[in-house]
Nanobody, 125 residues
Framework: QVQLVESGGGLVQAGGSLRLSCAAS????????MAWFRQAPGKEREFVAA????????DYTASVKGRFTITRDNAKNMVYLQMNNLKAEDTAVYYC??????????????????WGQGTQVTVSS
């Protein structure tokens, strides 16, 4: 069982930066691949970034490559999403998710086992 709590969202101007944090509970955190998803009003939830259990592998959706960076600290049970050069289209609720699997990082939200409550990111243009 893993519980996830996101923080770090807020209002920022276009071109600015935010760092989202996801605090995980549970002794087996290091066995989970982790990801960030986002959902904008009226849109489906979409994959943003994922990181393997070891931190050695990452994946990003094309629209955030070069601007967002996902990292994790297994000693602290934390996952982070550094977001730079934010754009208005990045406005959404951002969710942290955990996938108890070994293998390829997955972009399908239905494959993830645990979810946080979300944190709002609003980028003003």
């Amino acid at each position: 069982q893993v519980q996830l709590v996101e923080s770090g969202g807020g209002l920022v101007q276009a071109g600015g930066s935010l760092r989202l944090s996801c605090a995980a509970s549970g002794r087996t955190f290091s066995r989970y691949n982790m990801a960030w998803f986002r959902q904008a009003p009226g849109k489906e939830r979409e994959f943003v970034a994922a990181i393997s259990w070891s931190g050695g592998g990452t994946d990003y959706t094309a629209s955030v490559k070069g601007r967002f960076t996902i990292t994790r600290d297994n000693a602290k049970n934390m996952v982070y999403l550094q977001m730079n050069n934010l754009k208005a289209e990045d406005t959404a609720v951002y969710y942290c998710a955990a996938d108890y699997s070994v293998g390829l990082l997955r972009v399908d939200s239905t494959k993830y086992d645990y979810w946080g409550q979300g944190t709002q990111v609003t980028v003003s243009s």
